[in-house]
Every structure is written in structure tokens, then in C-alpha cells.
């Protein structure tokens, strides 16, 4: 049985992978869009789905990019939190993975 992991590299979405490999064939999901660390989450999520021999593709969402404009802040607190909120990302990712799935 297949199963689908959002793998963006850190370390929730790696025990998530860890867990289901256990049981499922996997496929990773990582997202680019347009977030400052597009980059070292892409390689980072590549690396894991190597170590765990898991298909693993990468889908770029462009649109979500304008809203990604504002530099990441170099302490995070509530405010700054605020600034670099991509509202309901997590919604289209686990939308876009949904309809992968079907």
C-alpha cells in the first residue's frame, strides 16, 4: 500500500516519514513556494527520502510566492511570526496531496 508523507526535511515531518515507512511505500512530497529556505528544505527532504529509498518529488507553487517576500526574521517571536505567515499553506499542501492520493 502506498502512502503519501509532506516531507519538508525538519524534524516533524521526518519521524512522520520514519513512522509510516515502517508500514507503507512512500511517497515524499516537499513543496517549494518561494519560501526563504527553499533551498536546505529541498536538500534536506532529498537526503531523507534517499536514506529511506522513498520516491520523492518536489512541486513547485509559485503562487504562494508573493507572500514570501519578507525576510525571515532572525528571532521569532509573535510578531514576527505574524509577518512571515503564509495563511492557510498548509491547506493547499494537504490539498494538492489529497488529490495526488486519488
Known amino acids: 500500500m502506498k502512502c503519501i508523507v509532506l516531507l519538508s526535511g525538519g524534524l516533524d515531518s521526518l519521524v512522520c516519514l520514519a513512522v509510516a515507512h515502517q508500514k507503507y ?8 513556494y518561494g519560501q526563504p529556505s527553499a533551498e536546505r ?22 503562487f504562494l ?4 517576500d ?18 492557510a499553506r498548509n491547506l493547499v499542501m494537504l490539498s494538492i496531496a489529497s488529490s495526488i492520493a486519488e
Open 41 to 62: 528544505e529541498i536538500k534536506a527532504s532529498s537526503e531523507i527520502a534517499e536514506h529511506y529509498g522513498c520516491e520523492h518529488v518536489i512541486l513547485k507553487i509559485d
Open 70 to 87: 519578507i525576510p525571515v526574521p532572525e528571532k521569532l517571536d509573535e510578531e514576527s511570526a505574524r509577518a512571515v505567515w503564509v495563511p
Open 25 to 32: 511505500d512512500i511517497l515524499a512530497l516537499t513543496f517549494d
Open 65 to 68: 510566492k508573493p507572500m514570501q
